[in-house]
């Protein structure tokens, strides 16, 4: 049974700095991408943010350079580092994983993510 619950949204100013977790438990976490999608109000959710089983990350223009994602082996924990945040990026965050039947583990941006957790709210001032 994938369980996946995130934590750690709030209410910022422009310019501050957040950081999201994501617990896992159900499957293989350390086999698995991992995955942080995000929707705004009347929008479609868009995948801002993967990682393989080997660590290696990937992002989305709209947040490369601001955003940092990193898992935990040992702790089943996947975080969002959210720097320099801006008023365009309130959102429920949600994260994702490819499932408990099968996981890729790689080119994670490219994978269907089966699994998501209920979503933890951002909200950025301006």
């Known amino acids: 049974d994938v369980q996946l619950k995130e934590s750690g949204g709030g209410l910022v100013q422009t310019g501050g700095s957040l950081t999201l977790s994501c617990t896992a438990s159900?499957?293989?976490?350390?086999?698995?991408?991992m995955s942080w999608y995000r929707q705004a109000p009347g929008k479609e959710p868009e995948l801002i943010s993967a990682?393989?089983?080997?660590?290696?990350?990937t992002y989305d223009a709209s947040v490369a350079d601001r955003f940092t994602i990193l898992r935990d082996r040992v702790k089943n924990r996947v975080y969002l580092l959210m720097n320099n945040l801006k008023p365009v990026d309130t959102a429920l965050y949600f994260c994702?994983?490819?499932?408990?039947?099968?996981?890729?583990?790689?080119?994670?941006?490219?994978?269907?993510?089966?699994?998501w957790g209920q979503g933890t709210q951002v909200t950025v001032s301006s």
């Open positions: 994702a994983t490819e499932g408990d039947d099968s996981c890729s583990g790689s080119q994670c941006l490219f994978m269907k993510y089966n699994k």
């Open positions: 159900g499957f293989t976490f350390n086999s698995c991408c």
């Open positions: 990682i393989s089983r080997d660590s290696l990350p």
